[in-house]
């Protein structure tokens, strides 16, 4: 990070000591974590390690411990996954996931995809997608999950860095895998390409061009490279011992984004499981009766560690919701459910409250028992409407996808401040630092980093040792990006980033990614891209940009451009925003420099700017 922290040391302004008011001290709350303060001086990540097989077989593989032990305990008939959207309602149990993850795992071998392999995942949520993911951990492959949202140049530049051999997908979405830039990958595994599923997942103009076969159902023919995914299961063997690895083995490779260069990808290993385990079990509070719902999408690491790893390796029912955010629906998933435990995101809630208290009002929330939040600060408005309608403060979880699990949290025995993000997960450290790494005392605002050592941390980022070690600068300490303070009770505070990384609707943008869609449309010729302050989506995308010749500036253009960056990325990093200008601030070296268009948009001085081209 070129990013030094200037301001480290000053004194933070005013806290905002505001208390959660329970209707039930934490202290009289049967949550699985009892006391914070005790916890976090007996605690032994060994202990943790004793409750999976692995321990005492020495063989490992988190589908055993997820899926296949449950299998074979009482939990065999167990819902493992409560899957809804419109004309889907289905339910698999543990044994259901052991049979058809072991039939995936074997289409995946017929395919001659072995372990370490890195498999591709572009699905709408969906009971395929974790189906797929789980075959892909099953044979020791390394999922490599793509949101569904992502366009053709996202989905070149993970399939490219990853080396992807093989995707499991759709024919909607396949349409946007350029497959002429990625030589690795053989195969693709088309869910719903033959047979009545394939009427669901597609366009109309693609429907148009479907010949109906003899038995009326649709058929889409298979092109090179592709296999039906149902065909190929109906045909496998439920039969495929799990792959036994090591714990250094690879678990699951997440991209995400800094604020120079391509998406990185964070690989995980296997022993990330331990983590995930007990921050579920502590964090999450859940137990075997919850009936849990993550919004999270499996594309993003919130939607795997917290979708798939930790509930499941604690046996739990979870609810996947399919389809697009609407509140009614929202509602309605937890009051049909019963859903008990519920982990979603602040701008969700700022969704929902912009939705009004009438929908709410229409369902039974009373279901609920325990909320948490993740991605973003939860913003104090959105904390008191979540307990307004349902009785619960949702509780922070900080974390981030190359730190694997939750870190700093609000437990749910624990007296908290509104605002506050939490407390450091007991055996792990969190502090605030300076630039030397020198903690720093409570009040004063630094670097927000992490002793190393905990269980679910990165391994390294994918064919590229020197960014990995990048997170280690200061040296001692794994660096957030993050900044915060500490106050006098150990509560820390998160601020901000230290660095130019965008969070828009609790999902993580690069800058330098959206930057490069926009110079690729043919009238711009430079392009700045920051986050700004926004009501619901916390930060909004806004782009400064500069025209080629021959092009001047309109609402039209405006309009095209920022359609042109959700065709090729994805509409969640196409900007809100474009501001045009006649030139882009630039250092020496020919880097936009992002702190001056900060300071454009919100019309504050422009600093120092003698670095500047002219
Ligand atoms: C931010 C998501 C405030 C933070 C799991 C972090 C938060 C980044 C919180 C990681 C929170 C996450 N309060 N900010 N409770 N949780 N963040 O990789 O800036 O998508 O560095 O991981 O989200 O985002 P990522």
Known sequence: MSEKFVDSGSTVPTFIEEKVEWERKPADIDANLKNYDEACQDFDWKEVEARFDWHKTGRVNVVHEAVDRHAASWRKNKVALYYTDEGRDEKYTFQDLKLLSSKFGNVLKKLGIKKGDRVGT?????????????????????????????????????????????????????????????????????????????????????????????????????????????????????????????????????????????????????????????????????????????????????????????????????????????????????????????????????????????????????????????????????????????????????????????????????????????????????TVADDEGNELPAGQMGHLVVKPGWPSMMQTIWGNEEKFQEYFKIKGWYLTGDSAYKDEDGFIWYAGRVDDVIKTCGERVGPFEVESALVQHPAVAEAGVIGKPDPVRGQAIKAFITLREGHTPSDELKREVIQFVKENLATHAAPREIDFRDKLPKTRSGKIMRRVLKAWDLGQPTGDISTMDD
Request: glycine residues 10%; aromatic residues 10%; hydrophobic residues 35%.
């Open 122 to 430: 572009l699905l709408p949520r969906s009971p395929e997608l974790y189906i797929g993911v789980l075959g892909i951990n099953r044979i020791g492959a390394i999922p490599v999950p793509l949101f569904e949202a992502f366009m053709e140049q996202a989905i070149e530049d993970r399939m490219e860095n990853s080396g992807a051999v093989a995707i499991i997908t759709n024919q909607r979405l396949k349409q946007r895998i350029p497959y002429d830039k990625l030589p690795a990958m053989k195969h693709t595994i088309l869910v719903g390409a033959k047979g009545e599923m394939a009427e669901s997942v597609l366009s109309e103009e693609e429907e148009a061009s479907i010949s109906v076969g003899d038995s009326g159902a649709l058929y889409v023919p298979l092109e090179k490279g592709e296999v039906s995914y149902e065909e190929e299961m109906s045909s496998a063997s439920e039969d495929c011992d799990p792959e036994w690895l090591t714990l250094d083995d690879g678990l699951i490779i997440h991209y995400t984004s800094g604020s120079t260069g391509r998406s990185k990808g964070a690989l995980h290993r296997q022993y990330a499981m331990v983590g995930h385990y007990q921050t579920s079990k502590w964090a999450l509070d859940l137990r075997d009766d919850d009936i849990y719902w993550n919004t999270a999408d499996p594309g993003w690491v919130t939607g795997t560690s917290y979708g798939i790893y930790g509930p499941w390796t604690l046996g739990i029912s979870s609810v996947v919701l399919g389809g697009k955010f609407g509140a009614a629906r929202w509602y309605k998933t937890i009051e049909k459910y019963k859903v008990t435990m519920w982990y979603s995101a602040p701008t969700a809630y700022r969704l929902l409250m912009g939705a009004g208290e009438k929908v709410a009002q229409r369902y039974n929330l009373s279901s609920l028992r325990h909320i948490c939040t993740v991605g973003e600060p939860l913003n104090p408005e959105a904390l008191r409407w979540v307990r307004k309608i349902t009785g619960l403060a949702p509780h922070e979880t900080w974390w981030m996808t190359e730190t694997g699990m939750q870190l700093i949290c609000n437990y749910r025995s624990m007296d908290f401040k509104v605002g506050a993000t939490g407390k450091p997960f007991p055996g792990t450290y969190a």
